[in-house]
């Protein structure tokens, strides 16, 4: 079966510093990935899906970028932390036209 | 673009009563997905039901069920005999059919409140 997995689950960092979010996904081939953002009481936002190595389509211009290294993994990543990047990070995952599988998710502190 | 409008910020449904949260879509296209997701206290967000656009029949897993009105554009959703289990934020999605990403177009949520 397929599991995804998000880490770290909590971060909390400094304005200026970087940031690394991964995330993997086990069990399958050439998934399409996604990204999500969710700040506190409200939707999701989709910041950025792959749907290969190397191939990213950003939606939401902003401080944020991810890379797509290798076939499950992805990795979202900024320079230089900004207060409004604090939030919820959700990973998700599917195949081909079916529903999207999300992670765990990792919560964003940036103070 | 795709639009996802859930106007019930909050809910409350008494145990093993039936409760219906509400979403609507704006979309020129015929052809698309629409999902109802649970976000329990732990974050973790899971499928609740799909519904296929083109299918006619409304879908249905166990206690959940969904109307679905393809013209009015209209896709609620309905728990019936409502668990204790069953508080949590819910989400309404949406996908077009087109396109090699499935890209999902959330709203807002509805937070249900279950109590004894």
């Known amino acids: 079966s397929q599991t995804i997995h998000q880490w770290p689950a909590t971060l909390v960092q400094p304005v200026g510093s970087p940031l690394s979010l991964e995330c993997t996904v086990e069990?399958?081939?050439?998934?399409?990935l996604y990204w999500y953002r969710q700040a506190a009481g409200r939707g999701l936002q989709l910041l950025f899906y792959?749907?290969?190595?190397?191939?990213i389509s950003s939606e939401v211009p902003q401080n944020l970028s991810a890379s797509r290294p290798q076939d499950r993994q992805f990795i979202l990543s900024s320079k230089k932390l900004l207060l409004s990047d604090s939030g919820f990070y959700l990973c998700?995952?599917?195949?081909?036209?079916?529903?999207?599988?999300f992670g765990p998710g990792t919560r964003l502190t940036v103070t | 673009a795709q639009t996802v409008t859930q106007s019930q910020p909050e809910m409350s449904v008494q145990e093993a009563e039936t409760v219906t949260l509400s979403c609507t879509y704006d979309?020129?296209?015929?052809?698309?997905?629409l999902f109802w997701y649970k976000q329990p206290p732990s974050r973790q967000m899971i499928l609740v039901i799909r519904?296929?656009?083109?299918?006619?029949q409304n879908a249905t897993e166990n206690r959940f069920s969904v109307n679905f009105q393809k013209a009015a554009k209209s896709f609620s959703l309905k728990i019936s005999d409502s668990q204790l289990g069953d508080a949590a934020m819910y989400f309404c999605?949406?996908?077009?059919?087109?396109?090699?990403?499935?890209?999902?177009?959330f709203g807002t949520g509805t937070r249900l409140q279950v109590t004894l």
């Open positions: 998700a995952w599917n195949l081909g036209a079916y529903e999207q599988y």
């Open positions: 069990g399958t081939s050439n998934p399409n």
């Open positions: 792959s749907v290969g190595i190397g191939q």
């Open positions: 979309t020129s296209e015929s052809d698309y997905y």
């Open positions: 519904q296929e656009a083109y299918k006619q």
């Open positions: 999605a949406y996908r077009s059919a087109d396109g090699t990403a499935s890209k999902l177009t």
